[in-house]
């Protein structure tokens, strides 16, 4: 378990981590969203031991994370601008890694390179940007580290190696248990792969929830009446977040179990109803303007 209490970092009178409060759990994927400058970065590289907070605490499985070795050997970060060595190779790379990670899987690299259509022997800085996130990836799943530390790691991936990449996230979460940390400025790339979602805005956590309780707590339907409904009366005290309607079609976003609000339309006997899957966007916008927030403001 990785947990910060309280943390914060200060680059001269900006503070780019404010007192953030955060508990990443075991066996889940974090996905960590945020506009540029909101402070995944700094949250990231204390969380590897590579910056120390001016406040407060960040432990990996109980280890202080700054400039820990029994910290830093739990876990393996991939920066957003990744650093390589002059001339080298993915060869070379596989080499020092191995010396670092006493856990380090030279055969399942050779056969992931492989896989991904990279050539070991090739110089590295003849890789596009893409080849070179794929190559960090390969290096951060093959150190077989607990943790993964992904900053906008899916930026500058084609849609077929997202896809890709995902799926190798979800074969190491489901053989070894492996707990990836995914900073990212879109919702989008986020949806489909993540357990939890913390929202960073202006260096603090707006909100942090399970994915799957905000989606069982709120709910989008479309209905049509035979004749006009007063949708106060039609749902009482249940929390409408937003209704929209065109013409006789109502579109409703409200919050309660979904057996609740379908039972209140169906008192009413629409001549039609449909409940509609929410998208990651849609929830954290009904959450968002909930805590006082207008997240298209803050985010996309």
Do not use: W
Not at 208 to 230: A, G, N, R, Y
Request: proline fraction near 2%.
């Amino acid at each position: 378990m990785i947990e910060a209490q309280c943390l914060t970092k200060r680059f001269d009178s900006i503070k780019a981590v404010d007192n953030i409060n955060a508990v990443i759990k075991e066996g889940e994927v974090f996905g960590l969203v945020g506009t540029n400058g909101a402070g995944k970065s700094t949250f990231l590289r204390m969380v590897a031991g590579v910056l120390r907070p001016d406040e407060g605490t960040i432990k990996v499985d109980g280890y202080p994370a700054y400039e820990n070795m029994d910290a830093k050997k739990l876990l393996f970060y991939i920066s957003d601008d990744s650093y390589f060595f002059s001339n080298s190779t993915p060869g070379d790379l596989k080499n020092y890694y191995k010396v670092i990670y006493t856990g380090f899987d030279e055969q399942r690299f050779e056969e992931l390179m492989k896989k991904f259509g990279l050539d070991s022997r090739r110089k590295i800085n003849t890789f596009s940007k893409g080849m070179k996130k794929q190559l960090t990836v390969l290096l951060g799943i093959c150190a077989n580290t607990k943790y993964l530390l992904c900053d906008e790691t899916f930026d500058g991936l084609d849609p077929v190696m997202r896809q890709a990449v995902k799926s190798l996230f979800a074969k190491e979460i489901a053989e070894r248990g492996l707990t990836p940390v995914i900073a990212s400025h879109n919702l989008r790339e986020l949806e489909d792969i993540c357990d939890h979602v913390g929202l960073l805005h202006r260096g603090g956590i707006l909100l942090s929830k399970d994915l799957f309780d905000m989606k069982l707590s709120i709910h989008k339907i479309q209905c049509v009446f035979k004749e006009e409904v007063e949708l106060k009366e039609l749902f009482g005290d249940t929390d409408i977040l937003k209704t929209e309607r065109r013409g006789s079609l109502y579109t409703i976003t409200a919050r309660g179990s979904r057996e609740e609000i379908i039972a209140k339309i169906e008192k009413h006997n629409p001549v039609f109803s449909e409940v509609l899957p929410l998208s990651l966007e849609e929830i954290f916008i009904s959450e968002t303007e909930v805590a006082g927030y207008d997240i298209k403001k803050l985010i996309f």
